[in-house]
T-cell receptor, first 116, second 117 residues
Framework: AQSVAQPEDQVNVAEGNPLTVKCTYSVSGNPYLFWYVQYPNRGLQFLLKYITGDNLVKGSYGFEAEFNKSQTSFHLKKPSALVSDSALYFCAVRALRASGTYKYIFGTGTRLKVLA | GAVVSQHPSWVICKSGTSVKIECRSLDFQATTMFWYRQFPKQSLMLMATSNEGSKATYEQGVEKDKFLINHASLTLSTLTVTSAHPEDSSFYIC?????????????FGPGTRLTVL
């Protein structure tokens, strides 16, 4: 079955330290991968995506993600965390349906807490 | 660019009433719109996919007669929760895609919090 896994419910990191939010996926065909951030009572904001090309993708707010095909992972990273980065982060993959159309499958989310 | 709005941002209604939520793409034509439901501290669950001018495609387990979706134009999709009950209380989020890349990237609305008393 096609799926996305975010193994950590919460990640705590000190401000200024590098952060990593993990994501692994299982999908048919070439993966289209996304990271979104959600602040309380708000919709999702797009951070970055991988469709093809360089395995290291740079996105909004200094975030980047590395696509690793052999490990089927797409971990989100930032070299230096800010308190304002504290939010809920979702990894998503575009999955092919039997009908030939697509849908997005989201991970369960990882709450990032950056401590001052 | 690529802004999606939702209205209302929150709504409280009595059990048994119907509630309509609008999703609009403000600066692009959305050929495909998606409706999600999010429970507290949980991920987004895709409810249905709607294409302009055609019937929505509902995910397994989502009641079509309960959650009516209309995608009447390229900039507007509506979700009507009919005869709402407390268990329908949730955060509803729409997203929109456009053109041939409609499934390559989605732009999300800010969400609507529905509380059914």
């Amino acid at each position: 079955a096609q799926s996305v896994a975010q193994p950590e419910d919460q990640v705590n990191v000190a401000e200024g330290n590098p952060l990593t939010v993990k994501c692994t996926y299982s999908v048919s065909g070439n993966p289209y991968l996304f990271w979104y951030v959600q602040y309380p009572n708000r919709g999702l904001q797009f951070l970055l995506k991988y469709i093809t090309g360089d395995n290291l993708v740079k996105g909004s707010y200094g975030f980047e993600a590395e696509f690793n095909k052999s490990q089927t992972s797409f971990h989100l990273k930032k070299p230096s965390a800010l308190v304002s980065d504290s939010a809920l982060y979702f990894c998503a993959v575009r999955a092919l349906r039997a009908s030939g159309t697509y849908k997005y499958i989201f991970g369960t989310g990882t709450r990032l807490k950056v401590l001052a | 660019g690529a802004v999606v709005s939702q209205h209302p941002s929150w709504v409280i209604c009595k059990s048994g009433t119907s509630v309509k939520i609008e999703c609009r793409s403000l600066d692009f034509q959305a050929t495909t719109m998606f409706w999600y439901r999010q429970f507290p501290k949980q991920s987004l669950m895709l409810m249905a996919t709607s294409n302009e001018g055609s019937k929505a495609t509902y995910e397994q387990g989502v009641e079509k007669d309960k959650f009516l979706i209309n995608h009447a134009s390229l900039t507007l999709s509506t979700l009507t929760v009919t005869s709402a009950h407390p268990e329908d209380s949730s955060f509803y989020i729409c997203s929109a895609g456009f053109g041939t890349s409609g499934y390559n990237e989605q732009f999300f609305g800010p969400g609507t919090r529905l509380t059914v008393l």
